[in-house]
């Protein structure tokens, strides 16, 4: 320790002093900040990246920035889950099917059935995973059509779909908006837009602004109705997001 507080330059009754005062005010936060941003991810299914850890912080009042937790999640090796987007192949190749982005975070519609936004999510149960697709109406913001199943393919992404095209029958075309993810990007997607009416438009690869609006459905659903659950079955999870969509 005398070795240390040369090399330092400080005298060695400082030193000790310094080393029983404990944390600094600032190491303090950080700790706990890094305890809640695990609780998060982990309550995630390990899902969650510093955007929506962010989010979940913001809700328990704590007032930090999206950097600040993104560099706390590094630090601890904690990352999002890529799920259902299409990764990149061994030569970084893009999807096969990508459609412009003619939302353009615009999300202000002047008339129902002009532009329906989609994407997935995941809800944690004792099963495993129940994965669930909207479909939302930008105009009223309210989900049109939804499904989930407890496999991940096409046919999740197109019975939300379908359920929206039979419930509202557009007479007109309409724009369908989502992100990159490989259900998206699918033959049969793009085959069943063509047979309907329906345009694509496709968010920037990794951009989840530009799907805001189903993003904040899917924050609403997790806090006002699932948050802190894991169910026992993915029946029991069914009947609570059917509830919360159809009935509150």
Known sequence: MRAMCRVLRVHPSGF???LKSGLSQMAKRQRRLTGLIKQSWLESGGVYGYRKVHHDLLD?????APNTVARLMQKCGLRAQIGYKRRPGKYGTKPSIVAANQLKQNFNVA???RVWVTDITYIKTHEGW???A?????????VIGWSMDGRMQTSLALNALLMAVWRRKPKAKVIVHSDQGSQFTSMEWQSFLAAHNLDASMSRRGNCYDNAVAESFFHLLKTERIRRKTYKTRQLAR???????EMF
């Open 239 to 245: 009947q609570d997001v059917f509830d919360y969509i």
């Open 60 to 64: 328990l009042g704590e007032s930090c």
């Open 134 to 142: 909207v479909v939302i109406d930008l105009y009223s913001r309210r």
């Open 130 to 132: 129940l994965f669930l």
């Open 16 to 18: 000790y002093a310094w």
């Open 111 to 113: 008339a129902p059935d």
